[in-house]
């Protein structure tokens, strides 16, 4: 079932096709499989409400970034006459008050464009949302300078960035950043608040993927089938970052790092 949702086309600057309750800006385009956990995620993500609570649960990365995005959107976005992008959004769905925005035709998808030039006005959106996304994409400081052309004066992001994190192919993996690095990436914009997210994560992951390998005698088969087992038995031990995330130095070993930040006003430039 589609949702126009409520968009104006007044927002875009790029002519469009709107199909099945989509705007699109480029050629459709399937997903990119490069591996077999890939192939597991690609089916898994058809439905949407199963992948995210696997995610939250099962996979080694402390769920904050998803807990702080909705409470973003309860306190910050709903109910408000906004302008708000879930960018990169997959096929996940934040609800009515985001538009979806992404490379490929997810059904939860709203819009479909290259976030390296997103079809949107100069000054014309109010928040930004974006999890984990940017180190998928070659460019990063390109879809951050969009990000920052798009956003009124004023106007808000959230976005987590991965650090300490094995290579996650969807389908490809290009970047990490450190604390200083984020700093850098986001240097145009004022920074409200960076914070670490996830010691343990950081920790456990390469954990299951050391401990694949170990004892995987590189039979890949058997690689994939153990990292899956060692996350299945270990992954509760991610939840000691309710607490850990907030020790000064975990940002020496984060998992990743979220970032609130706004868009300079004239007079703060």
């Known amino acids: 079932m589609f949702s126009m949702k409520n968009i104006s086309p007044e927002l875009f600057k790029d002519k469009y096709q709107v199909k099945n309750g989509k705007y699109i800006f480029i ?4 997903e990119i499989v490069t591996d077999f956990l890939d192939k597991i995620k690609y089916k ?26 909705k409470r973003i959107i309860r306190k910050e976005i709903k109910g408000r006459n906004l302008v708000a992008l879930n960018l990169g959004s997959g096929n996940s769905d934040f609800g009515e008050s985001l538009l ?8 939860n998808v709203d819009i479909i464009c290259d976030i390296e030039n997103i079809p949107f006005k100069d000054n014309s959106v109010d928040f930004i949302i974006n999890i984990a ?4 994409v070659p460019n990063p400081q390109k879809v951050i300078s969009e990000i920052n052309r798009i956003l009124k004066p004023g106007g808000k ?42 010691p343990t994560s950081g920790m456990l992951w390469v954990v299951q993927e050391w401990l694949a390998l170990f004892f995987s005698f590189g039979i890949k088969p058997l690689h994939t089938f153990l990292y899956l087992l060692f996350m299945v038995i270990t992954f509760p031990i991610k939840f000691l970052d309710v607490i850990l995330q907030f020790y000064p130095m975990s940002k020496n070993m984060s998992s990743g790092f979220s970032v609130w930040a706004e868009k300079r006003n004239n007079k703060d430039i």
């Open 27 to 30: 050629p459709i385009q399937e």
């Open 44 to 69: 898994i993500k058809k439905f949407n409400k199963i992948y995210s609570a696997l995610i939250e649960i099962l996979s080694p990365v402390y769920p904050q970034p998803f807990f702080d995005a």
């Open 100 to 107: 979806n925005v992404d490379l490929l035709p997810y059904q």
């Open 133 to 136: 996304v940017l180190e998928h």
């Open 157 to 198: 992001i959230y976005c987590f960035i991965p650090f300490m994190q094995p290579f996650h192919a969807s389908p490809y993996d290009f970047q990490r950043f450190t604390y200083e690095g984020m700093k850098h990436q986001f240097r145009d914009f004022k920074i409200v608040k960076l914070k670490s997210i996830g």
